[in-house]
């Protein structure tokens, strides 16, 4: 049992062979949620350049092009065997330039300073070793096209308790990690934590 649950965590983290494809497959079932959740509050635009970290098994590039908007998504992994399937699956979008993938680590990702958009990443912070690093570099890239639009970058401070905080009426309450679901104690409001999450720091930048 402690072999096969090393086994799936060292799969989960890089997905390798026969068995990190058997893998990619279930994560897309298994995190269609959350990748639907991430594709709602990304809320693309046309001719946005998007980019995914850890990509997986693609479930969220697959929402992205079936999305009217068009936007331009660039992808990276750092399994070779996630970065071929996702190649294989996407091909056509590959072919007219609408999909670019990378095999590459978060921490050492290979773009030059034209930025991007929008940089999103479903399932994988905890697998980053150098989480500081990939943060500073999405300050980066997001810095750059903040100037190029003349836009504001607003970055939320590192304690706003995004997580405690009820999206509809504001009122905030202790939300330890196992809660997956914030329901909250004034108004009866329920979602997804992530969800919630996700939409107070969207309302963070209009405060
Ligand atoms: C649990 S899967 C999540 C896949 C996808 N985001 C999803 O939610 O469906 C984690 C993915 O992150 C990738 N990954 C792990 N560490 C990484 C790193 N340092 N840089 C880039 N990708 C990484 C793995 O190869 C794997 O494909
Ligand atoms: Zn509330």
């Not at 994560?27 to 991430?38: V, W, Y």
């Not at 908007?69 to 072919?95: G, N, R, W, Y």
């Given at each position: 049992?402690?072999?096969?649950?090393?086994?799936?965590?060292?799969?989960?983290?890089?997905?390798?062979?026969?068995?990190?494809?058997?893998i990619l497959r279930l994560i897309n079932q298994e995190n269609g949620g959350m990748n639907a959740i991430?594709?709602?509050?990304?809320?693309?635009?046309?001719?946005?350049?998007?980019?995914?970290?850890?990509?997986?098994?693609?479930?969220?590039?697959?929402?992205?092009?079936?999305?009217?908007?068009?936007?331009?998504?660039?992808?990276?992994?750092?399994?070779?065997?996630?970065?071929?399937?996702?190649?294989?699956?996407?091909?056509?979008?590959?072919?007219?330039?609408?999909?670019?993938?990378?095999?590459?680590?978060?921490?050492?990702?290979?773009?030059?300073?034209?930025?991007?958009?929008?940089?999103?990443?479903?399932?994988?912070?905890?697998f980053w070793p150098d989480v500081p690093t990939v943060i500073n570099e999405f300050k980066r890239q997001?810095?750059?096209?903040?100037?190029?639009?003349?836009?504001?970058?607003?970055?939320a401070d590192r304690f706003y308790p995004s997580s405690q905080i009820c999206s509809n009426c504001g009122?905030?309450?202790?939300?330890?990690?196992?809660?997956?679901?914030?329901?909250?104690?004034?108004?009866?409001?329920?979602?997804?934590?992530?969800?919630?999450?996700?939409?107070?720091?969207?309302?963070?930048?209009?405060?």
């Amino acid at each position: 049992m402690k072999l096969l649950k090393a086994y799936l965590s060292r799969q989960l983290r890089h997905p390798t062979g026969y068995g990190g494809r058997l893998i990619l497959r279930l994560i897309n079932q298994e995190n269609g949620g959350m990748n639907a959740i991430a594709l709602n509050v990304l809320d693309a635009q046309p001719g946005q350049e998007i980019l995914e970290i850890g990509c997986g098994g693609g479930d969220l590039i697959n929402r992205l092009l079936k999305t009217e908007q068009l936007p331009q998504i660039t992808a990276i992994d750092a399994s070779q065997t996630a970065v071929d399937m996702v190649c294989h699956k996407f091909k056509e979008a590959m072919a007219t330039n609408r999909l670019v993938v990378h095999q590459a680590k978060a921490e050492a990702m290979p773009f030059a300073d034209n930025g991007f958009d929008a940089i999103v990443t479903v399932n994988t912070l905890y697998f980053w070793p150098d989480v500081p690093t990939v943060i500073n570099e999405f300050k980066r890239q997001l810095t750059y096209k903040c100037e190029w639009y003349g836009s504001e970058l607003v970055i939320a401070d590192r304690f706003y308790p995004s997580s405690q905080i009820c999206s509809n009426c504001g009122h905030q309450q202790k939300m330890p990690l196992h809660l997956r679901t914030y329901e909250c104690n004034e108004c009866g409001f329920t979602a997804d934590r992530d969800f919630n999450a996700a939409v107070n720091l969207e309302n963070y930048v209009n405060k």
